[in-house]
């Protein structure tokens, strides 16, 4: 399979409804709270809404992605990869675990690690990774390569849970603020199953502070914005604030540009 050949049978210009307001409001922060309570019984409901959200998102930085390659890392099953395509972009998942593609992944997904992706330089103009970065052992690596393969002026969109964001140890949170491995021996005893994710083996405690600080000294993208992904009001501003934003941000969106060469 082709990476980046287009999307079979062709990708739609329709573009897709905007169910709630501007961003940031209140309106859309609740809709998103009410869809993440809802997660576990309604994970369709849930991601759906979150794709259209973070491509709101990306179209607020850089116009329709109608027509754009869009790059999506560590997609998952391909929620925002289907909504980009939704919006006629040219949309390509890759993801490197099967078993998060699921049974019906987009068509043309590629199985493919974030750190090596098997495309040529400056091939995306949008290169998104959404809740990826916690994931991986070694961020720094995980963002050159996002910046390799965006073409220069092109968008980066980059978000994560930082670990000391009250949903920083993922399905054994908040307990993480007293322990990772105590939090996940007590997630076992109360679920009866054992939990997904294991702190330094697929979760990761990445820091605000620490990855504003990799990102800015970089010189091959500038960063455009630092905010809460979520937050209605004041999502910027939370960010600036050392020490409280690690608590306070719940997910850090990072919006980049690729520098020209
Ligand atoms: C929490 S899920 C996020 C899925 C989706 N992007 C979302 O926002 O719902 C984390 C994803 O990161 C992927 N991942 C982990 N390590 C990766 C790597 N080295 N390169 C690319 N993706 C990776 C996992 O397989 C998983 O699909």
């Not at 973070?54 to 999506?72: F, K, L, M, S, W």
């Not at 939704?86 to 099967?98: K, M, S, T, V």
């Not at 690690?113 to 103009?125: K, Q």
């Not at 070694?138 to 092109?154: C, I, K, M, Q």
């Amino acid at each position: 399979m082709t990476p980046l050949m287009r999307p079979r049978g062709g990708a739609s210009h329709v573009t897709a409804p905007r169910p709630y307001g501007h961003d940031p409001s209140f309106r859309r922060s609740l809709a998103l709270f009410r869809a993440f309570l809802r997660e576990q019984d309604d994970p369709e409901g849930c991601y759906s809404l979150l794709a259209r959200d973070a491509a709101d998102q990306v179209e607020a930085y850089d116009g329709p992605v109608a027509g754009r390659t869009v790059v999506d890392v560590g997609g998952g099953s391909g929620y925002f990869t289907e909504e980009f395509r939704r919006r006629g972009a040219h949309a390509f998942l890759f993801e490197p675990d099967l078993t998060e593609l699921g049974d019906r992944p987009p068509d043309s997904a590629v199985v493919a690690d974030g750190y090596l992706l098997p495309l040529r330089d400056g091939v995306a103009d949008v290169t998104f990774s959404s809740n990826v970065l916690e994931h991986v052992a070694d961020p720094e690596t995980f963002l050159s390569e996002l910046a390799r393969v965006t073409r220069p002026g092109g968008l980066i969109y980059v978000s994560f849970t930082n670990w000391l964001s009250p949903w920083g140890g993922h399905e054994w949170a908040p307990w993480h603020y007293f322990g990772a491995e105590r939090a996940r021996a007590r997630y076992a005893r109360r679920t009866g199953r054992p939990a997904k994710h294991r702190l330094g083996e697929n979760l990761f405690a990445v820091h605000i502070g620490s990855t504003l600080r990799q990102v800015r000294a970089r010189d091959d993208i500038t960063v455009v914005s630092a905010r809460s992904r979520y937050w209605p009001f004041l999502a910027e501003t939370v960010v600036k604030a050392p020490g409280i934003r690690e608590f306070a941000t719940w997910n850090l969106l990072l919006i980049m540009r690729r520098c020209p060469t």
